[in-house]
T-cell receptor
Framework: SQKIEQNSEALNIQEGKTATLTCNYT??????LQWYRQDPGRGPVFLLL?????KEKRKERLKVTFDTTLKQSLFHITASQPADSATYLC??????????FGTGTQLKVEL | DVKVTQSSRYLVKRTGEKVFLECVQD?????MFWYRQDPGLGLRLIYF???????EKGDIPEGYSVSREKKERFSLILESASTNQTSMYLC??????????FGPGTRLTVL
């Protein structure tokens, strides 16, 4: 069956460091992959979209890579700040309008 | 700015009651979605709609129905609420093959 895995353990890092979050998938041929941020008690907010023919995408301090051979996406936040603390969700689609979400990884950036 | 609004932030209902959750978007998006989010299970798609009066089942449609009479409005209906439907309900909208915009969520408790 199709499966999306994100590290369920919280990631704690120090302010200023680079946070790297992982999204692995199996039994999928995604057309594109998205990353969202979710704060407690709120709806997810879209961050980045990367297509299957793209290796890397950047937006300000964010970088996403997409390796369809490894079936993995990495999400990086450089120069992390306490305000980056949140849960980050990856989501895949096979090309239709329907997204399947991972369970998310909680990031905590400490002073 | 895209805005997706949901009728209630918090809702408490009794077992067996009929429950309506309303979602409105103001960006003329053709696609609308209903998810529920539970700890450890992540976001799961209940139903989605790609056009007025059109609907498709998501991954967990049992116990739910939907209505889309107007493009901007997508309603989720619990015909007879049960305690296992206690959850956070999130509505989203999108253009085709694009990022989803989420509402603030409705936290439903069924007693």
């Amino acid at each position: 069956s199709q499966k999306i895995e994100q590290n369920s353990e919280a990631l704690n890092i120090q302010e200023g460091k680079t946070a790297t979050l992982t999204c692995n998938y199996t039994n999928y041929s995604p057309a594109y992959l998205q990353w969202y941020r979710q704060d407690p008690g709120r709806g997810p907010v879209f961050l980045l979209l990367i297509r299957e023919n793209e290796k890397e995408k950047r937006k300000e301090r964010l970088k996403v890579t997409f390796d369809t051979t490894l079936k993995q996406s990495l999400f990086h936040i450089t120069a992390s700040q306490p305000a980056d603390s949140a849960t980050y969700l990856c989501a895949l689609t096979g090309g239709g309008n329907k997204l399947t979400f991972g369970t998310g990884t909680q990031l905590k950036v400490e002073l | 700015d895209v805005k997706v609004t949901q009728s209630s932030r918090y809702l408490v209902k009794r077992t067996g009651e009929k429950v309506f959750l309303e979602c409105v978007q103001d960006m003329d998006h053709e696609n609308m979605f209903w998810y529920r989010q539970d700890p450890g299970l992540g976001l799961r798609l209940i139903y989605f709609s790609y056009d007025v009066k059109m609907k498709e089942k998501g991954d967990i449609p049992e116990g739910y129905s939907v209505s889309r009479e107007k493009k901007e409005r997508f309603s989720l209906i619990l015909e007879s609420a049960s305690t296992n439907q206690t959850s956070m309900y999130l509505c989203a909208s999108s253009l085709a093959n694009n990022e989803q915009f989420f509402g603030p969520g409705t936290r439903l408790t069924v007693l």
